[in-house]
């Protein structure tokens, strides 16, 4: 079974406005972090942000914030004020103590801003 | 700085030669990983190693194989290499422990089988 699911294959955002990618997981784990990276067309993989499945606050890092709703099993990215350099691959990714810490990817969500 | 590289960034094989890519990380990180990265499957686990002598195969790992001789190095073997192994190829690494520790990734090799 999947573990995480990205049901955007992509997305269109205009410069400016916020964006939210959609992320849904699987796990029975009552510990987990969940991660967010960027691929931007260069190829590299950047982290982005972590929540960890304790934490009671929703993760933030400048224009990056996790909406996190445990009981959804949802770990939403939200971009705000997109710029030009944000169009990019997002992948979504999920680790579980009772997995190893292994990572398991979504499949990403291409994001493009437009100007 | 600290840092993952992997070499070659690009290659061209034919089926049926044996393939190794290389990844060095100077983070002293105990865990390594390798990926490959395929269009509509996101990054999938090849084999990880959590220190020196030890290796585990991840969900992909039939045709390659790691070994772990000292903490920086853990190269990546295509015994015989296959069409189905053309793929962008990610390493990285991740100090040992709490589930909130990133995995820092190489800029990945791109290998082509014809």
């Known amino acids: 079974a999947q573990k995480i699911t990205q049901t955007q294959p992509g997305m269109f955002v205009q410069e400016k406005e916020a964006v939210t990618l959609d992320c849904t997981y699987d796990t029975s784990d009552p510990s987990y972090g969940l991660f967010w990276y960027k691929q931007p067309s260069s190829g590299e993989m950047i982290f982005l942000i972590y929540q960890g499945s304790y934490d009671q606050q929703n993760a933030t890092e400048g224009r990056y914030s996790l909406n996190f709703q445990k009981a959804r099993k949802s770990a939403n990215l939200v971009i705000s004020a997109s710029q030009l350099g944000d169009s990019a691959m997002y992948f979504c990714?999920?680790?579980?103590?009772?997995?190893?810490?292994?990572?398991?990817f979504g499949a990403g969500t291409t994001v493009t801003v437009r100007a | 700085d600290a840092e993952i590289t992997q070499s070659p960034r690009h290659k061209i094989t034919e089926t049926g030669r044996q393939v190794t890519l290389a990844c060095h990380q100077t983070w002293n990180h105990n865990n390594m990983f390798w990926y490959r990265q395929d269009l509509g499957h996101g990054l999938r686990l090849i084999h990880y190693?959590?220190?020196?002598?030890?290796?585990n195969k991840g969900e992909v790992s039939d045709g390659y194989s790691v070994s772990r001789s000292n903490t920086e190095d853990l190269p990546l073997t295509l015994e015989s290499a296959a069409s189905s192994q053309t793929s962008v190829y990610f390493c990285a690494s991740s100090s040992a422990g709490a589930s909130y520790n990133e995995q820092f990734f190489g800029p990945g090799t791109r290998l082509t089988v014809l």
């Open positions: 990714a999920m680790r579980e103590v009772s997995n190893d810490y292994k990572l398991s």
């Open positions: 190693s959590y220190g020196v002598h030890d290796t």
